[in-house]
């Protein structure tokens, strides 16, 4: 049987890096799906990324090995890359190009997508300003994440950035509507290792179930790379705009997307732009980590936690500085703050939420947050600053005020950042700051009300009481 | 009819072969879809096209229709207080019809043709008109009354004027060669509109800023430039100089930039309202969106349809503040199409013309008489973000801006670490229409103002340079004096520049409010040399509830900033007395 709009041809001309140059069969349009017959058996998917009146200009995703002009045929699909949809997609888990890989059926689909995706109207879309506890002080206390908001998590090679990924999902969903909670996940070139790691975690959790999971590994093709998160974004849109599903979809690694980007795109033989990445990158960039948000008018909601590892510790590379430039803020790790034994290694300073002030407050959280968070900043950049100092000068050469700060910055470290894998509600991570403030006067804490200070801050004599 | 079609399609740029009498800029409309370009390059009967908008999908031979126009936006009533894309499709009407996201094609008026406008004539028959004349009024809405103004190539003798209810492409004037004058016009977007004469910038756009309006203000007429690395608060500077400058008409072009903060922005504007009409500011403002994830050639149209319909309201004599956010996505656009053409690149793949471009862009700012009404005058200042890659300044696109602009905020991360917003680093940053300005501050405030700045200049530079001596040697080395004028520097930073965007009275600082407390701060400053001089302890002074009670001046809100001030006097005499005396 022969799907009328499927033609094969065996035109091939010339094959550079993942691109096949071929004659240019009637009808075929940018963007098209194809099927590459290798020989017998043998199959690969590619995508017609050009157009002329002669040539048209194939992707492979996968190796080009053993593919010859001679005798591979190519068969156009007339159609783009898409992904079939169903509910039953939930706590299953899929290549990087969007085959099931768990040994059970293909869910019959309810719908079929394609996977680029379109922009959200601006007019369409209603502010993120649901508040997400993810347990974490640094995140939930100084740099909250809301509800629709896509906030990457930087990392740098050897830190804990995995172990902080679960460590929200695992809270992320525990609240008052944890039924309607999923978690979509892509991996894009990461190690079996990693891979394994955080499959087992969705299987400790018990978040499986309402998870689903795409996993492109490090020896998988390059080119599948590009698609992987575009899978994901599409599977997550369904679940959140059709099923009502508040998804929070998760990335990692963005710098081996973008080296894909990168090596597809020198392939090509494009301009490149800075390091060798194209100068489409943030173009590019903005069409996966736009896939957040909220629509007015529907149930579910789209929270991007990307997770990428800044080369050589470097927040400037290309990679890190384009989707800092997209997404709203960033949670940076530390290298520092890991080898001193503080998890998660959160670096507060270069660390952000630009949704924060829409997801906090009275009846959010609490009317104190944002000046607290404010004050515990100022206070914190300030013992920073005296810690440099003293390691040129001495802690001798410092006023007696300059070392409260600098003891501020310790205490700070060790009892506000420095949680475990412990999770703590709003309301401790709360209580902590306001006794970590407790030893300033109330002059010194110029960026709180007084009001809050005589509601919230502990009497200095007061001895804590223990646990809570 | 043409039978031209396409050839060669690679992203954004489409080649169309067979095209006829086709000229540069041409608008064509291309596949069963029909998608908008515009013809960027001629080589016989082949056109290059930029497409503004997805071309997946597109095939060889598609039919390519010429549309013997140049690109051009529609203007007239009804453009204010909407939200349009970088090719003016409007946002609002399109959710309409095609749902929560953005599809392709589709034709669809880019202005309501069916609302009827109340137009009040302002001719009478018999009378003259010619290229910007005023024919009528329109009461676009409760804070802008719209004016018709004639239209290029248009002139002669009225023949009749209409009054009343009529929609935008009913002929309200008649002139006597039977030409029908509507309250629409076209302009194409790549060319200005035409001034009679630029008149000198003498005074300020006020921002309602402190660090900007009294340190670095931008001219009515002049450019700005806010280039920071991400996260230093480009976005909120905008969004707060949306809110509160005094602008008669607020254009925002967010180009390439977040969908939740267009989102965000439109939300705001719409929810605020202004504090002396109670009218919602969105009354004022109009939006040109163009998210990232939107086509790269629309973004790169983007800055040009906001420019023009600026250009439209300068021209009725409004005081208009265009905000272009980022215009290094802009270029990132202009980039991203000339290597899709091939072109050689100049400096990091950027196109050589991009420094002509963005001059282009920047010199449609200006103050200027009017064509055809000299008797008066219009504006358009333009602030424009710019999104250094690694926040490295050295990058061609702040140093081209660099070069255009009078006034330049230069953000900065440190300042943003330590939350210190707007994060404006007063030691990089400058104002070249400062000078020009000085009569008005002077007339406006006070005739020491200049000095007044001049000093808080001097402690401020004086106190970088007493911070970095404090790094490598320790506060201990100070002499008291110096020690004087770090805890000055201090107090200027966090009292005087740091401003909040959220608190309700912090967010808008009035000049003259800005003069009473930047005198207060001076006087505190003296006031403390004073005491010092009779034997009072520094570190006595500092962090005293004094300060503090400075430090909040900012939160006291226009009609008690005077009592507060005098409070502070009275207090700070009894603190330094009984230091002094100890």
Same mark, same amino acid.
């Given at each position: 049987?022969?799907?009328?709009?499927?033609?094969?041809?065996?035109?091939?001309?010339?094959?550079?890096?993942?691109?096949?140059?071929?004659?240019?069969?009637?009808?075929?349009?940018?963007?098209?799906?194809?099927?590459?017959?290798?020989?017998?058996?043998?199959?690969?998917?590619?995508?017609?990324?050009?157009?002329?009146?002669?040539?048209?200009?194939?992707?492979?995703?996968?190796?080009?090995?053993?593919?010859?002009?001679?005798?591979?045929?190519?068969?156009?699909?007339?159609?783009?890359?898409?992904?079939?949809?169903?509910?039953?997609?939930?706590?299953?888990?899929?290549?990087?190009?969007?085959?099931?890989?768990?040994?059970?059926?293909?869910?019959?689909?309810?719908?079929?997508?394609?996977?680029?995706?379109?922009?959200?109207?601006?007019?369409?879309?209603?502010?993120?300003?649901?508040?997400?506890?993810?347990?974490?002080?640094?995140?939930?206390?100084?740099?909250?994440?809301?509800?629709?908001?896509?906030?990457?998590?930087?990392?740098?090679?050897?830190?804990?950035?995995?172990?902080?990924?679960?460590?929200?999902?695992?809270?992320?969903?525990?609240?008052?509507?944890?039924?309607?909670?999923?978690?979509?996940?892509?991996?894009?070139?990461?190690?079996?290792?990693?891979?394994?790691?955080?499959?087992?975690?969705?299987?400790?959790?018990?978040?499986?179930?309402?998870?689903?999971?795409?996993?492109?590994?490090?020896?998988?093709?390059?080119?599948?790379?590009?698609?992987?998160?575009?899978?994901?974004?599409?599977?997550?849109?369904?679940?959140?705009?059709?099923?009502?599903?508040?998804?929070?979809?998760?990335?990692?690694?963005?710098?081996?997307?973008?080296?894909?980007?990168?090596?597809?795109?020198?392939?090509?033989?494009?301009?490149?732009?800075?390091?060798?990445?194209?100068?489409?990158?943030?173009?590019?960039?903005?069409?996966?980590?736009?896939?957040?948000?909220?629509?007015?008018?529907?149930?579910?909601?789209?929270?991007?936690?990307?997770?990428?590892?800044?080369?050589?510790?470097?927040?400037?590379?290309?990679?890190?500085?384009?989707?800092?430039?997209?997404?709203?803020?960033?949670?940076?790790?530390?290298?520092?703050?890991?080898?001193?034994?503080?998890?998660?290694?959160?670096?507060?300073?270069?660390?952000?939420?630009?949704?924060?002030?829409?997801?906090?407050?009275?009846?959010?959280?609490?009317?104190?947050?944002?000046?607290?968070?404010?004050?515990?900043?100022?206070?914190?950049a300030r013992g920073v600053e005296q810690r440099r100092i003293a390691s040129i000068i001495g802690e001798e050469g410092l006023t007696d005020m300059d070392r409260?700060y600098l003891?501020?910055?310790?205490?700070?470290?060790?009892?506000?950042?420095?949680?475990?894998?412990?999770?703590?509600?709003?309301?401790?991570?709360?209580?902590?700051?306001?006794?970590?403030?407790?030893?300033?006067?109330?002059?010194?804490?110029?960026?709180?009300?007084?009001?809050?200070?005589?509601?919230?801050?502990?009497?200095?004599?007061?001895?804590?009481?223990?646990?809570? | 009819?043409?039978?031209?079609?396409?050839?060669?399609?690679?992203?954004?740029?489409?080649?169309?072969?067979?095209?006829?009498?086709?000229?540069?800029?041409?608008?064509?409309?291309?596949?069963?879809?029909?998608?908008?370009?515009?013809?960027?390059?001629?080589?016989?009967?082949?056109?290059?096209?930029?497409?503004?908008?997805?071309?997946?999908?597109?095939?060889?031979?598609? *039919?390519?229709?010429?549309?013997?126009?140049?690109?051009?936006?529609?203007?007239?009533?009804?453009?204010?207080?909407?939200?349009?894309?970088?090719?003016?499709?409007?946002?609002?009407?399109?959710?309409?019809?095609?749902?929560?996201?953005?599809?392709?094609?589709?034709?669809?008026?880019?202005?309501?043709?069916?609302?009827?406008?109340?137009?009040?004539?302002?001719?009478?028959?018999?009378?003259?008109?010619?290229?910007?004349?005023?024919?009528?009024?329109?009461?676009?809405?409760?804070?802008?009354?719209?004016?018709?103004?004639?239209?290029?190539?248009?002139?002669?003798?009225?023949?009749?004027?209409?009054?009343?209810?009529?929609?935008?492409?009913?002929?309200?004037?008649?002139?006597?060669?039977?030409?029908?004058? $509507?309250?629409?016009?076209?302009?194409?977007?790549?060319?200005?509109?035409?001034?009679?004469?630029?008149?000198?910038?003498?005074?300020?756009?006020?921002?309602?800023?402190?660090?900007?309006?009294?340190?670095?203000?931008?001219?009515?007429?002049?450019?700005?430039?806010?280039?920071?690395?991400?996260?230093?608060?480009?976005?909120?500077?905008?969004?707060?100089?949306?809110?509160?400058?005094?602008?008669?008409?607020?254009?925002?072009?967010?180009?390439?930039?977040?969908?939740?903060?267009?989102?965000?922005?439109?939300?705001?504007?719409? $929810?605020?309202?202004?504090?002396?009409?109670?009218?919602?500011?969105?009354?004022?403002?109009?939006?040109?969106?163009? $998210?990232?994830?939107?086509?790269?050639?629309?973004?790169?149209?983007?800055?040009?349809?906001?420019?023009?319909?600026?250009?439209?309201?300068?021209?009725?004599?409004?005081?208009?503040?265009?905000?272009?956010?980022?215009?290094?996505?802009?270029?990132?656009?202009?980039?991203?199409?000339?290597?899709?053409?091939?072109?050689?690149?100049?400096?990091?793949?950027?196109?050589?013309?991009?420094?002509?471009?963005?001059?282009?862009?920047?010199?449609?700012?200006?103050?200027?008489?009017?064509?055809?009404?000299?008797?008066?005058?219009?504006?358009?200042?333009?602030?424009?973000?710019?999104? *250094?890659?690694?926040?490295?300044?050295?990058?061609?696109?702040?140093?081209?801006?660099?070069?255009?602009?009078?006034?330049?905020?230069?953000?900065?991360?440190q300042?943003?670490?330590?939350?210190?917003? *707007?994060?404006?680093?007063?030691?990089?940053?400058?104002?070249?229409?400062?000078?020009?300005?000085?009569?008005?501050?002077?007339?406006?405030?006070?005739?020491?103002?200049?000095?007044?700045?001049?000093?808080?200049?001097?402690i401020m530079a004086k106190e970088e340079e007493l911070s970095e001596i404090v790094k490598i040697v320790g506060i201990d080395s100070l002499e008291d004096k110096e020690r004087l004028t770090l805890e000055a520097g201090r107090?200027?930073r966090?009292?005087?520049?740091?401003?909040?965007?959220?608190?309700?009275?912090?967010?808008?600082?009035?000049?003259?409010?800005?003069?009473?407390?930047?005198?207060?701060?001076?006087?505190?400053?003296?006031?403390?040399?004073?005491?010092?001089?009779?034997?009072?302890?520094i570190n006595?002074?500092t962090?005293?509830?004094?300060?503090?009670?400075?430090?909040?001046?900012?939160?006291?809100?226009?009609?008690?900033?005077?009592?507060?001030?005098?409070?502070?006097?009275?207090?700070?005499?009894?603190?330094?007395?009984?230091?002094?005396?100890?």
């Amino acid at each position: 049987m022969r799907d009328p709009l499927v033609r094969e041809y065996r035109t091939i001309q010339s094959i550079r890096g993942p691109l096949l140059f071929t004659k240019r069969p009637p009808n075929v349009a940018a963007g098209d799906m194809v099927t590459i017959l290798v020989d017998a058996g043998d199959k690969r998917d590619g995508q017609v990324i050009e157009l002329n009146e002669k040539h048209a200009v194939i992707q492979v995703f996968g190796m080009t090995d053993r593919i010859s002009p001679d005798y591979t045929l190519v068969r156009f699909k007339e159609e783009s890359v898409k992904i079939n949809l169903s509910p039953l997609c939930l706590g299953r888990v899929y290549s990087g190009g969007g085959e099931p890989i768990d040994d059970m059926p293909t869910p019959a689909p309810s719908k079929r997508s394609d996977v680029y995706g379109s922009a959200i109207n601006p007019v369409s879309r209603d502010i993120p300003e649901d508040f997400i506890q993810t347990g974490v002080s640094a995140i939930d206390g100084l740099n909250t994440l809301v509800r629709g908001q896509k906030l990457p998590i930087f990392s740098c090679s050897g830190l804990p950035a995995n172990e902080l990924a679960t460590m929200i999902m695992a809270n992320a969903g525990t609240e008052q509507d944890h039924e309607n909670f999923s978690i979509v996940f892509a991996g894009m070139g990461i190690t079996s290792r990693e891979a394994d790691y955080f499959r087992r975690s969705f299987v400790q959790s018990g978040a499986v179930e309402h998870a689903v999971l795409f996993i492109n590994l490090a020896d998988d093709p390059v080119i599948e790379r590009l698609l992987t998160p575009r899978f994901a974004l599409t599977m997550a849109e369904y679940l959140a705009f059709d099923l009502g599903r508040h998804v929070l979809v998760v990335l990692t690694d963005m710098t081996n997307y973008c080296n894909a980007l990168r090596e597809i795109s020198s392939a090509r033989e494009e301009i490149p732009g800075r390091r060798g990445y194209p100068g489409y990158l943030y173009t590019d960039l903005a069409g996966i980590y736009e896939r957040a948000g909220r629509i007015k008018g529907k149930k579910g909601s789209i929270t991007q936690l990307p997770i990428l590892t800044m080369p050589d510790d470097d927040i400037t590379h290309p990679a890190p500085d384009f989707t800092g430039y997209i997404t709203e803020g960033q949670i940076v790790l530390d290298r520092g703050l890991n080898r001193k034994g503080i998890f998660p290694p959160i670096e507060v300073l270069p660390s952000l939420s630009r949704l924060m002030d829409q997801g906090i407050g009275e009846g959010r959280t609490r009317e104190d947050h944002r000046q607290v968070a404010d004050q515990l900043y100022m206070l914190y950049a300030r013992g920073v600053e005296q810690r440099r100092i003293a390691s040129i000068i001495g802690e001798e050469g410092l006023t007696d005020m300059d070392r409260k700060y600098l003891e501020f910055a310790d205490t700070f470290e060790n009892e506000y950042l420095n949680q475990g894998t412990e999770s703590r509600s709003i309301t401790e991570t709360l209580r902590i700051s306001w006794k970590l403030m407790g030893d300033f006067s109330d002059p010194e804490l110029i960026r709180l009300d007084k009001e809050y200070i005589a509601k919230y801050k502990p009497e200095r004599q007061d001895n804590e009481p223990s646990g809570d | 009819m043409s039978g031209a079609a396409v050839s060669r399609i690679s992203g954004p740029a489409v080649e169309a072969k067979g095209v006829v009498r086709c000229f540069m800029g041409e608008v064509v409309r291309i596949g069963s879809e029909k998608l908008i370009g515009e013809v960027i390059r001629i080589e016989n009967d082949l056109a290059t096209i930029q497409v503004y908008e997805e071309t997946i999908g597109l095939r060889i031979g598609d *039919p390519v229709e010429q549309s013997g126009e140049l690109f051009a936006v529609e203007l007239g009533p009804g453009l204010m207080g909407s939200i349009f894309d970088g090719v003016q499709r409007p946002l609002t009407r399109l959710l309409e019809g095609w749902g929560d996201n953005i599809r392709r094609g589709g034709s669809i008026h880019r202005l309501d043709r069916k609302k009827r406008w109340e137009f009040e004539p302002a001719v009478r028959v018999g009378d003259m008109v010619e290229y910007g004349s005023i024919l009528g009024f329109v009461r676009e809405t409760r804070l802008v009354t719209h004016k018709i103004m004639t239209p290029a190539r248009t002139e002669g003798v009225v023949a009749e004027v209409k009054s009343g209810g009529y929609t935008i492409s009913d002929p309200v004037v008649i002139l006597e060669d039977g030409t029908g004058i $509507t309250m629409k016009q076209q302009w194409n977007i790549r060319h200005p509109r035409p001034k009679a004469e630029r008149v000198s910038l003498t005074s300020p756009l006020v921002t309602g800023q402190r660090i900007i309006d009294s340190m670095f203000p931008v001219a009515e007429g002049g450019v700005a430039i806010i280039p920071g690395g991400f996260g230093a608060g480009k976005t909120v500077l905008e969004q707060t100089i949306a809110k509160f400058s005094h602008a008669d008409i607020v254009i925002y072009i967010g180009c390439g930039e977040r969908g939740n903060e267009m989102a965000d922005t439109l939300d705001q504007l719409t $929810t605020l309202t202004d504090p002396s009409t109670g009218d919602s500011l969105m009354d004022r403002t109009i939006l040109i969106a163009n $998210t990232s994830n939107m086509p790269v050639a629309a973004r790169e149209a983007s800055i040009y349809t906001g420019i023009t319909v600026a250009e439209y309201y300068r021209d009725m004599g409004y005081k208009v503040l265009a905000l272009a956010d980022s215009t290094s996505r802009w270029a990132e656009a202009l980039r991203e199409i000339s290597s899709r053409l091939e072109e050689i690149p100049g400096e990091e793949g950027y196109p050589t013309y991009l420094v002509s471009r963005l001059g282009a862009f920047y010199e449609r700012a200006g103050k200027a008489k009017i064509a055809g009404r000299k008797n008066q005058t219009g504006s358009i200042t333009i602030v424009g973000a710019v999104s *250094p890659p690694g926040g490295d300044f050295s990058e061609p696109v702040t140093q081209a801006s660099l070069r255009l602009a009078s006034t330049f905020w230069g953000l900065d991360s440190q300042l943003a670490y330590q939350r210190h917003f *707007p994060a404006i680093n007063w030691s990089i940053s400058f104002s070249l229409a400062y000078r020009d300005m000085a009569k008005w501050y002077m007339e406006k405030i006070g005739k020491d103002w200049p000095a007044m700045i001049d000093r808080t200049m001097k402690i401020m530079a004086k106190e970088e340079e007493l911070s970095e001596i404090v790094k490598i040697v320790g506060i201990d080395s100070l002499e008291d004096k110096e020690r004087l004028t770090l805890e000055a520097g201090r107090l200027i930073r966090e009292g005087y520049f740091r401003q909040s965007a959220v608190h309700p009275v912090d967010a808008y600082c009035s000049i003259s409010k800005q003069a009473k407390i930047l005198a207060a701060f001076l006087e505190h400053v003296d006031a403390m040399k004073g005491a010092l001089d009779r034997g009072a302890g520094i570190n006595d002074m500092t962090g005293s509830a004094v300060s503090e009670k400075l430090l909040r001046l900012k939160e006291s809100a226009g009609d008690t900033i005077d009592e507060a001030i005098s409070e502070l006097r009275v207090e700070r005499k009894k603190l330094f007395k009984s230091l002094e005396t100890q």
